[in-house]
């Protein structure tokens, strides 16, 4: 079964300042596709950033970044220029694709990393 | 387009009683997920549904849990004789196929059972 670790409870970074959050997960699987989440004080779910598995190069956002290590299946996101609208629980979560194509619909999160950016 | 709505926000249920919380989909979206937050946790997956069919229900628990999603309204998550156990946030998210694009997520409904 796959699992998805997010080591860091807890984070805070100065604004304007970089912040870099770790999240490694387990699976056997070859094809799938890794997000990170962010969900402020109002619950909101809101999708930061993708990537595939088979591709190489890290995805970007704006100011938000990934650096994905297929081998060492880590993925971590990068927050530069951190403003203090960026102050949320982000979550990690994994994908796993469906064998009939497109996904297999189950999203799976990582505890959650709660990210605070001081003034 | 309003985005995934979720109603009620805040529901607050005795030991016992019925729990239904509603979610309706974006416009032109007919792939319902439902998810469970616990305090201090990440979503947990629980239900896949598309219009009245269950794709894939093993993140349910067996008993007291069920879900629908008819061909007409909004998809509903139903807990029966709710216990303590089952307060926690759940979301509901919706996709327009079986897309790997991530899901838009509601604002979720807070679920306080006393």
């Known amino acids: 079964a796959q699992t998805v670790t997010q080591s860091q409870p807890e984070m805070s970074v100065q604004e304007a300042e970089t912040v870099t959050l770790s999240c490694t997960y387990d699976?056997?699987?070859?094809?799938?596709?890794l997000f990170w989440y962010k969900q402020p004080p109002s619950r909101q779910m809101i999708l930061v950033i993708r990537?595939?598995?088979?591709?190489?190069q890290n995805a970007t956002e704006n100011r938000f970044s990934v650096n994905f290590q297929k081998a060492a299946k880590s993925f971590s996101l990068k927050i530069s220029d951190s403003q203090l609208g960026d102050t949320a629980m982000y979550f990690c979560?994994?994908?796993?694709?469906?064998?009939?194509?497109?996904?297999?619909?189950?999203?799976?999160f990582g505890k959650g990393t709660k990210l605070s950016v001081k003034p | 387009n309003a985005g995934v709505m979720q109603n009620p926000r805040h529901l607050v249920r005795r030991r016992g009683q019925e729990a239904r919380l509603r979610c309706s989909p974006m416009k032109g979206h007919s792939h319902v997920y439902w998810y469970r937050q616990l305090p201090e946790e990440g979503l947990k997956f629980m239900v896949y549904?598309?219009?009245?069919?269950?794709?894939?229900e093993s993140g349910m628990p067996k008993e007291r849990f069920s879900a629908e999603f008819p061909k007409e309204g909004p998809s509903i998550l139903r807990i029966q004789q709710v216990v303590r156990g089952d307060s926690a946030a759940y979301f509901c998210?919706?996709?327009?196929?079986?897309?790997?694009?991530?899901?838009?997520f509601g604002s979720g409904t807070r679920l306080t059972v006393v």
């Open positions: 990537q595939e598995a088979y591709k190489q």
């Open positions: 998210a919706s996709s327009r196929d079986r897309e790997v694009y991530g899901y838009t």
């Open positions: 979560a994994f994908m796993k694709p469906s064998y009939y194509g497109g996904s297999q619909g189950n999203l799976i």
């Open positions: 549904l598309q219009k009245e069919n269950i794709i894939d």
């Open positions: 699976t056997s699987e070859n094809n799938y596709y």
